[in-house]
Protein backbone atom coordinates (compact mmCIF):
# COMPACT_ATOMS: atom_id res chain seq x y z
CA UNK A 1 0.00 0.00 0.00
CA UNK A 2 2.66 2.39 0.83
CA UNK A 3 4.95 1.67 -2.47
CA UNK A 4 1.24 3.04 -4.54
CA UNK A 5 0.91 5.47 -2.48
CA UNK A 6 4.68 6.87 -3.18
CA UNK A 7 4.38 5.75 -7.12
CA UNK A 8 0.72 7.74 -7.08
CA UNK A 9 2.65 10.79 -5.18
CA UNK A 10 5.72 10.63 -7.91
CA UNK A 11 2.90 10.89 -10.74
CA UNK A 12 0.84 13.21 -9.79
CA UNK A 13 2.76 15.35 -7.10
CA UNK A 14 1.21 15.91 -4.00
CA UNK A 15 -1.66 17.79 -5.02
CA UNK A 16 -2.60 16.02 -7.58
CA UNK A 17 -2.38 12.35 -5.01
CA UNK A 18 -4.70 14.46 -2.82
CA UNK A 19 -7.18 15.16 -5.89
CA UNK A 20 -7.19 11.37 -6.96
CA UNK A 21 -7.53 10.47 -3.30
CA UNK A 22 -10.77 12.30 -2.97
CA UNK A 23 -12.35 11.62 -6.67
CA UNK A 24 -11.93 7.67 -5.48
CA UNK A 25 -13.79 8.63 -2.05
CA UNK A 26 -16.65 10.37 -4.22
CA UNK A 27 -16.94 7.28 -6.56
CA UNK A 28 -17.38 4.96 -3.40
CA UNK A 29 -19.99 7.19 -1.57
CA UNK A 30 -21.99 7.74 -4.95
CA UNK A 31 -23.45 4.51 -5.80
CA UNK A 32 -24.24 4.17 -1.53
CA UNK A 33 -26.13 7.50 -2.08
CA UNK A 34 -27.93 6.50 -5.45
CA UNK A 35 -29.55 3.72 -3.42
CA UNK A 36 -30.82 5.68 -0.61
CA UNK A 37 -34.29 6.79 -0.44
CA UNK A 38 -35.44 10.53 0.78
CA UNK A 39 -38.67 10.47 3.03
CA UNK A 40 -40.31 12.38 0.60
CA UNK A 41 -40.47 9.17 -1.68
CA UNK A 42 -41.99 6.74 0.90
CA UNK A 43 -44.41 8.93 3.14
CA UNK A 44 -46.50 11.73 2.74
CA UNK A 45 -47.84 14.58 5.60
CA UNK A 46 -51.58 13.15 7.03
CA UNK A 47 -54.37 14.69 5.61
CA UNK A 48 -52.52 16.66 2.90
CA UNK A 49 -53.49 14.87 -0.45
CA UNK A 50 -55.51 14.79 -3.79
CA UNK A 51 -58.89 15.36 -4.33
CA UNK A 52 -60.78 14.09 -6.94
CA UNK A 53 -62.36 16.68 -9.35
CA UNK A 54 -65.51 15.52 -11.89
CA UNK A 55 -67.99 17.90 -14.28
CA UNK A 56 -70.17 17.81 -17.33
CA UNK A 57 -69.31 19.75 -20.18
CA UNK A 58 -70.03 20.74 -23.61
CA UNK A 59 -67.30 20.42 -26.47
CA UNK A 60 -67.95 22.87 -29.47
CA UNK A 61 -66.11 22.97 -32.67
CA UNK A 62 -66.01 19.83 -34.15
CA UNK A 63 -65.44 18.94 -38.08
CA UNK A 64 -68.89 17.17 -38.40
CA UNK A 65 -67.89 14.21 -35.51
CA UNK A 66 -69.98 15.37 -32.90
CA UNK A 67 -72.71 13.80 -31.28
CA UNK A 68 -75.71 12.71 -33.25
CA UNK A 69 -78.57 14.98 -31.70
CA UNK A 70 -81.27 11.49 -32.68
CA UNK A 71 -79.35 9.54 -30.21
CA UNK A 72 -77.80 11.93 -27.82
CA UNK A 73 -80.39 14.09 -26.85
CA UNK A 74 -78.76 14.87 -23.78
CA UNK A 75 -76.44 16.75 -26.04
CA UNK A 76 -79.35 18.78 -27.35
CA UNK A 77 -81.14 19.77 -23.92
CA UNK A 78 -77.76 20.83 -22.89
CA UNK A 79 -77.23 23.21 -26.05
CA UNK A 80 -80.76 24.58 -25.57
CA UNK A 81 -79.61 25.01 -21.70
CA UNK A 82 -76.45 26.95 -22.54
CA UNK A 83 -77.81 29.27 -25.60
CA UNK A 84 -81.27 30.19 -23.01
CA UNK A 85 -78.49 31.29 -20.76
CA UNK A 86 -77.13 33.37 -23.19
CA UNK A 87 -80.04 34.88 -23.99
CA UNK A 88 -80.75 33.23 -27.00
CA UNK A 89 -84.45 32.05 -27.53
CA UNK A 90 -85.23 29.34 -29.74
CA UNK A 91 -88.42 28.63 -31.37
CA UNK A 92 -90.45 26.54 -29.56
CA UNK A 93 -90.95 22.84 -31.77
CA UNK A 94 -87.74 24.20 -33.90
CA UNK A 95 -85.59 20.99 -34.80
CA UNK A 96 -81.97 21.32 -35.08
CA UNK A 97 -79.54 19.21 -36.30
CA UNK A 98 -75.32 19.62 -35.06
CA UNK A 99 -72.76 17.48 -35.78
CA UNK A 100 -70.16 20.03 -34.42
CA UNK A 101 -71.17 19.54 -30.81
CA UNK A 102 -70.41 16.80 -28.39
CA UNK A 103 -70.90 16.24 -24.48
CA UNK A 104 -68.57 15.45 -22.23
CA UNK A 105 -66.75 14.08 -18.90
CA UNK A 106 -64.53 16.20 -17.52
CA UNK A 107 -62.38 15.47 -14.59
CA UNK A 108 -58.76 16.39 -12.83
CA UNK A 109 -57.25 15.99 -9.87
CA UNK A 110 -56.84 19.10 -7.06
CA UNK A 111 -53.64 18.75 -5.73
CA UNK A 112 -53.08 18.61 -2.02
CA UNK A 113 -52.16 23.03 -0.83
CA UNK A 114 -53.95 23.91 -3.95
CA UNK A 115 -54.40 27.44 -4.19
CA UNK A 116 -57.08 29.35 -6.14
CA UNK A 117 -55.48 31.02 -9.34
CA UNK A 118 -53.38 27.29 -9.70
CA UNK A 119 -53.85 25.88 -13.00
CA UNK A 120 -54.75 22.00 -13.84
CA UNK A 121 -54.23 19.17 -16.40
CA UNK A 122 -57.85 18.08 -17.39
CA UNK A 123 -58.94 15.57 -19.25
CA UNK A 124 -62.14 15.54 -20.90
CA UNK A 125 -63.91 12.25 -22.51
CA UNK A 126 -66.95 11.73 -24.94
CA UNK A 127 -70.14 9.92 -23.48
CA UNK A 128 -72.52 10.22 -26.47
CA UNK A 129 -71.48 8.64 -29.89
CA UNK A 130 -69.12 11.31 -31.10
CA UNK A 131 -66.52 10.03 -33.73
CA UNK A 132 -63.79 12.47 -32.54
CA UNK A 133 -63.29 14.97 -30.15
CA UNK A 134 -59.86 16.32 -31.96
CA UNK A 135 -59.65 20.54 -32.98
CA UNK A 136 -62.74 20.86 -30.27
CA UNK A 137 -63.12 23.53 -28.05
CA UNK A 138 -64.13 23.05 -24.42
CA UNK A 139 -66.40 25.30 -22.94
CA UNK A 140 -66.64 26.78 -19.88
CA UNK A 141 -67.18 23.77 -17.11
CA UNK A 142 -67.81 23.55 -13.48
CA UNK A 143 -65.50 21.15 -11.68
CA UNK A 144 -66.73 19.39 -8.48
CA UNK A 145 -65.69 17.38 -5.48
CA UNK A 146 -67.09 14.97 -3.51
CA UNK A 147 -68.82 17.54 -1.49
CA UNK A 148 -70.89 19.12 -4.29
CA UNK A 149 -69.07 22.57 -4.31
CA UNK A 150 -67.18 23.62 -7.55
CA UNK A 151 -63.58 23.44 -7.04
CA UNK A 152 -62.05 24.66 -10.42
CA UNK A 153 -63.75 25.97 -13.99
CA UNK A 154 -61.93 24.35 -17.22
CA UNK A 155 -62.34 25.85 -20.50
CA UNK A 156 -59.70 25.09 -23.72
CA UNK A 157 -58.60 23.22 -26.35
CA UNK A 158 -58.49 19.53 -26.49
CA UNK A 159 -55.57 17.81 -27.57
CA UNK A 160 -55.95 14.06 -29.01
CA UNK A 161 -53.31 12.03 -29.53
CA UNK A 162 -54.85 10.26 -32.46
CA UNK A 163 -55.90 10.64 -36.22
CA UNK A 164 -58.94 9.07 -37.91
CA UNK A 165 -60.11 8.75 -41.32
CA UNK A 166 -63.25 7.52 -43.63
CA UNK A 167 -63.97 7.19 -46.90
CA UNK A 168 -66.50 4.81 -48.74
CA UNK A 169 -67.47 2.85 -45.69
CA UNK A 170 -63.96 2.74 -44.63
CA UNK A 171 -62.21 4.12 -42.02
CA UNK A 172 -58.89 3.71 -40.59
CA UNK A 173 -58.18 4.85 -36.80
CA UNK A 174 -54.93 5.96 -34.87
CA UNK A 175 -55.25 5.71 -31.08
CA UNK A 176 -58.63 6.85 -28.83
CA UNK A 177 -60.74 9.72 -30.56
CA UNK A 178 -63.36 9.90 -27.64
CA UNK A 179 -60.96 11.05 -24.87
CA UNK A 180 -58.40 14.43 -25.08
CA UNK A 181 -56.40 16.09 -22.70
CA UNK A 182 -56.58 20.04 -22.13
CA UNK A 183 -53.04 21.04 -20.29
CA UNK A 184 -53.87 23.40 -17.87
CA UNK A 185 -56.85 24.07 -18.81
CA UNK A 186 -58.95 24.21 -15.33
CA UNK A 187 -58.42 27.25 -12.86
CA UNK A 188 -58.70 26.37 -9.05
CA UNK A 189 -61.36 28.79 -7.71
CA UNK A 190 -61.67 27.40 -4.19
CA UNK A 191 -58.73 26.29 -2.00
CA UNK A 192 -59.90 23.18 0.51
CA UNK A 193 -59.33 23.70 4.19
CA UNK A 194 -55.94 22.70 5.36
CA UNK A 195 -55.63 21.05 8.34
CA UNK A 196 -53.78 23.47 10.84
CA UNK A 197 -50.35 21.95 11.83
CA UNK A 198 -50.16 21.80 15.79
CA UNK A 199 -47.25 20.52 17.64
CA UNK A 200 -46.66 17.01 15.84
CA UNK A 201 -47.12 16.02 12.07
CA UNK A 202 -47.94 13.11 11.77
CA UNK A 203 -45.92 10.71 8.82
CA UNK A 204 -47.83 7.67 6.54
CA UNK A 205 -45.81 5.66 4.86
CA UNK A 206 -47.00 4.53 1.26
CA UNK A 207 -46.99 0.86 2.57
CA UNK A 208 -47.26 -1.06 6.10
CA UNK A 209 -43.63 -2.18 7.04
CA UNK A 210 -42.58 -2.60 10.36
CA UNK A 211 -39.04 -2.54 9.24
CA UNK A 212 -39.28 0.48 6.70
CA UNK A 213 -40.88 2.29 10.09
CA UNK A 214 -37.91 0.78 12.22
CA UNK A 215 -35.65 2.23 9.80
CA UNK A 216 -37.32 5.86 9.27
CA UNK A 217 -37.71 5.98 12.93
CA UNK A 218 -34.42 5.80 13.66
CA UNK A 219 -33.06 8.01 11.07
CA UNK A 220 -34.68 10.89 12.56
CA UNK A 221 -34.11 9.81 15.50
CA UNK A 222 -30.53 10.29 14.84
CA UNK A 223 -30.79 13.28 12.94
CA UNK A 224 -33.11 15.54 15.00
CA UNK A 225 -33.13 13.31 18.73
CA UNK A 226 -34.77 10.46 20.10
CA UNK A 227 -37.38 12.31 21.54
CA UNK A 228 -38.49 13.44 18.54
CA UNK A 229 -40.06 11.17 16.72
CA UNK A 230 -43.05 8.01 17.65
CA UNK A 231 -43.75 5.48 15.78
CA UNK A 232 -47.56 4.62 15.92
CA UNK A 233 -47.87 1.43 14.14
CA UNK A 234 -46.20 -0.05 11.12
CA UNK A 235 -47.75 2.91 8.50
CA UNK A 236 -47.68 6.03 10.80
CA UNK A 237 -45.64 7.98 12.77
CA UNK A 238 -45.60 11.60 14.76
CA UNK A 239 -42.68 13.69 14.57
CA UNK A 240 -42.62 16.85 16.71
CA UNK A 241 -41.74 20.30 15.11
CA UNK A 242 -40.78 23.36 16.32
CA UNK A 243 -43.10 26.02 16.88
CA UNK A 244 -41.83 29.15 15.21
CA UNK A 245 -42.76 29.00 11.57
CA UNK A 246 -39.59 29.30 9.83
CA UNK A 247 -37.91 26.91 11.94
CA UNK A 248 -40.76 24.86 11.46
CA UNK A 249 -40.33 25.16 7.54
CA UNK A 250 -36.43 24.09 7.65
CA UNK A 251 -37.20 21.38 9.99
CA UNK A 252 -39.83 19.72 7.51
CA UNK A 253 -37.61 20.71 4.56
CA UNK A 254 -35.11 18.68 6.49
CA UNK A 255 -37.30 16.04 7.59
CA UNK A 256 -38.24 15.28 3.89
CA UNK A 257 -35.00 14.74 2.32
CA UNK A 258 -33.34 13.00 5.16
CA UNK A 259 -32.32 9.56 3.77
CA UNK A 260 -33.81 6.42 4.60
CA UNK A 261 -31.89 2.68 3.79
CA UNK A 262 -34.67 1.18 2.48
CA UNK A 263 -35.58 -2.95 2.86
CA UNK A 264 -35.21 -5.61 0.13
CA UNK A 265 -38.41 -5.26 -1.88
CA UNK A 266 -41.32 -8.01 -1.59
CA UNK A 267 -41.32 -10.41 -4.29
CA UNK A 268 -44.51 -9.99 -6.42
CA UNK A 269 -45.83 -10.86 -9.60
CA UNK A 270 -48.36 -9.02 -10.91
CA UNK A 271 -50.68 -10.63 -13.99
CA UNK A 272 -53.14 -8.03 -16.23
CA UNK A 273 -55.83 -10.78 -16.79
CA UNK A 274 -56.63 -8.46 -19.51
CA UNK A 275 -53.77 -8.28 -21.84
CA UNK A 276 -51.92 -10.85 -20.89
CA UNK A 277 -49.25 -8.59 -19.54
CA UNK A 278 -46.94 -10.55 -16.97
CA UNK A 279 -44.77 -7.80 -14.73
CA UNK A 280 -42.30 -9.15 -11.93
CA UNK A 281 -39.93 -7.63 -10.00
CA UNK A 282 -36.13 -8.28 -9.29
CA UNK A 283 -37.11 -10.17 -5.89
CA UNK A 284 -39.15 -13.10 -7.45
CA UNK A 285 -37.29 -16.62 -6.85
CA UNK A 286 -38.03 -19.96 -8.07
CA UNK A 287 -37.38 -23.60 -6.62
CA UNK A 288 -36.94 -26.35 -9.03
CA UNK A 289 -40.48 -27.66 -10.17
CA UNK A 290 -41.98 -29.81 -13.37
CA UNK A 291 -44.53 -28.72 -15.68
CA UNK A 292 -46.73 -29.73 -18.26
CA UNK A 293 -49.02 -27.29 -19.93
CA UNK A 294 -51.57 -28.32 -22.68
CA UNK A 295 -53.82 -26.58 -25.05
CA UNK A 296 -57.37 -27.94 -25.44
CA UNK A 297 -58.72 -26.32 -28.95
CA UNK A 298 -62.44 -26.83 -30.02
CA UNK A 299 -62.67 -25.89 -33.63
CA UNK A 300 -66.44 -25.38 -34.72
CA UNK A 301 -66.88 -25.14 -38.90
CA UNK A 302 -70.14 -24.60 -40.84
CA UNK A 303 -70.86 -24.77 -44.26
CA UNK A 304 -73.73 -24.59 -46.55
CA UNK A 305 -74.31 -26.85 -49.56
CA UNK A 306 -77.02 -26.81 -51.73
CA UNK A 307 -79.66 -29.83 -52.38
CA UNK A 308 -80.76 -29.89 -56.18
CA UNK A 309 -84.43 -31.87 -56.76
CA UNK A 310 -84.39 -34.88 -59.04
CA UNK A 311 -85.58 -33.76 -63.03
CA UNK A 312 -88.91 -33.53 -63.46
CA UNK A 313 -89.40 -33.87 -60.19
CA UNK A 314 -91.11 -30.65 -59.06
CA UNK A 315 -89.19 -29.75 -56.04
CA UNK A 316 -87.47 -27.02 -54.83
CA UNK A 317 -84.05 -26.16 -54.41
CA UNK A 318 -82.54 -26.19 -50.51
CA UNK A 319 -79.31 -24.58 -48.83
CA UNK A 320 -78.64 -27.05 -45.84
CA UNK A 321 -75.90 -25.97 -43.08
CA UNK A 322 -73.37 -28.72 -42.64
CA UNK A 323 -70.92 -28.65 -39.32
CA UNK A 324 -68.34 -30.02 -38.45
CA UNK A 325 -67.13 -30.55 -34.88
CA UNK A 326 -62.68 -30.91 -34.25
CA UNK A 327 -61.45 -30.82 -30.72
CA UNK A 328 -56.76 -31.23 -30.15
CA UNK A 329 -55.12 -31.37 -27.80
CA UNK A 330 -52.14 -29.72 -28.12
CA UNK A 331 -48.66 -28.85 -26.20
CA UNK A 332 -46.78 -25.70 -25.31
CA UNK A 333 -42.85 -26.07 -25.01
CA UNK A 334 -40.77 -28.74 -26.12
CA UNK A 335 -43.87 -31.12 -25.44
CA UNK A 336 -44.10 -33.75 -21.88
CA UNK A 337 -42.81 -32.82 -18.49
CA UNK A 338 -40.57 -29.93 -18.60
CA UNK A 339 -38.38 -29.51 -15.79
CA UNK A 340 -37.79 -26.32 -14.33
CA UNK A 341 -34.56 -25.22 -12.56
CA UNK A 342 -33.87 -23.22 -9.64
CA UNK A 343 -34.25 -19.70 -10.78
CA UNK A 344 -32.03 -17.52 -7.61
CA UNK A 345 -32.56 -13.84 -9.20
CA UNK A 346 -35.24 -11.92 -11.70
CA UNK A 347 -32.68 -13.55 -15.41
CA UNK A 348 -33.14 -17.20 -13.75
CA UNK A 349 -36.51 -16.88 -13.31
CA UNK A 350 -37.25 -15.03 -16.74
CA UNK A 351 -34.84 -18.12 -18.41
CA UNK A 352 -36.92 -20.53 -16.96
CA UNK A 353 -39.97 -19.83 -17.71
CA UNK A 354 -38.55 -19.07 -21.22
CA UNK A 355 -37.80 -22.68 -21.56
CA UNK A 356 -41.39 -23.86 -21.90
CA UNK A 357 -42.00 -21.75 -24.81
CA UNK A 358 -45.91 -20.50 -23.25
CA UNK A 359 -47.60 -17.66 -24.53
CA UNK A 360 -49.18 -15.14 -21.96
CA UNK A 361 -52.40 -16.60 -21.69
CA UNK A 362 -50.27 -19.79 -20.62
CA UNK A 363 -48.17 -17.89 -18.92
CA UNK A 364 -50.68 -17.09 -16.33
CA UNK A 365 -52.02 -20.20 -15.57
CA UNK A 366 -48.65 -21.60 -15.19
CA UNK A 367 -47.43 -19.01 -12.58
CA UNK A 368 -50.97 -19.80 -11.01
CA UNK A 369 -49.66 -23.57 -10.24
CA UNK A 370 -46.27 -22.71 -9.31
CA UNK A 371 -47.82 -20.68 -6.46
CA UNK A 372 -50.24 -22.85 -5.67
CA UNK A 373 -47.50 -25.85 -5.32
CA UNK A 374 -44.94 -23.16 -3.41
CA UNK A 375 -42.53 -22.96 -6.14
CA UNK A 376 -43.00 -19.56 -6.99
CA UNK A 377 -41.25 -18.14 -3.91
CA UNK A 378 -43.52 -14.21 -4.71
CA UNK A 379 -47.02 -13.26 -4.32
CA UNK A 380 -49.52 -13.29 -7.12
CA UNK A 381 -51.74 -10.27 -8.11
CA UNK A 382 -54.05 -10.73 -10.98
CA UNK A 383 -55.98 -7.35 -12.04
Same mark, same amino acid.
Given at each position: ?????????????? +?????????????? @?????????????????? +????? &????? #???? #??? +????????????????? =??????????? !??????????????????????????????????? @??? /??????????? *??????????????????????? #??????? =?????????????????? %????????? +???? &???????????????? %?????????????????????????? %? !??????????????????? /???????????????????????????????????? $????????? !????????? *??????????????????????? !? &??????????????? #???????? =? $??????????????????
Amino acid at each position: MDRLMNKLVRSFGK +GGFYFVVIILAVLM @ILPNMAHATRIKEIANVS +GQRAN &QLIGY #GLVV #GLD +GSGDQTTQSPFTLQSVI =SMLTSLGVALP !PGQSIQMRNTAAVIVTAELPALARPGQKLDITVSS @IGN /AKSLKGGQLLM *TPLRGADGQIYALGQGGVFVGGA #GASAAGS =STTVNHLSVGRVPEGALV %ERAIPATPM +GQFV &QLDLHQSDFTLMQRTA %EAIAKRFGAGVVMPLDARALKVAVPS %E !PMARIKFLADLENLPIDTP /AERAKVIVNARTGSVVMNQAVTLTPAAVAHGNLTVK $IEQAASTSQ !PEPFSRGQT *TVTNQASVQVEQGETGPGGLVKV !P &QGANLDGVIRALNML #GAKPADLM =S $ILQALKASGALKADLEII
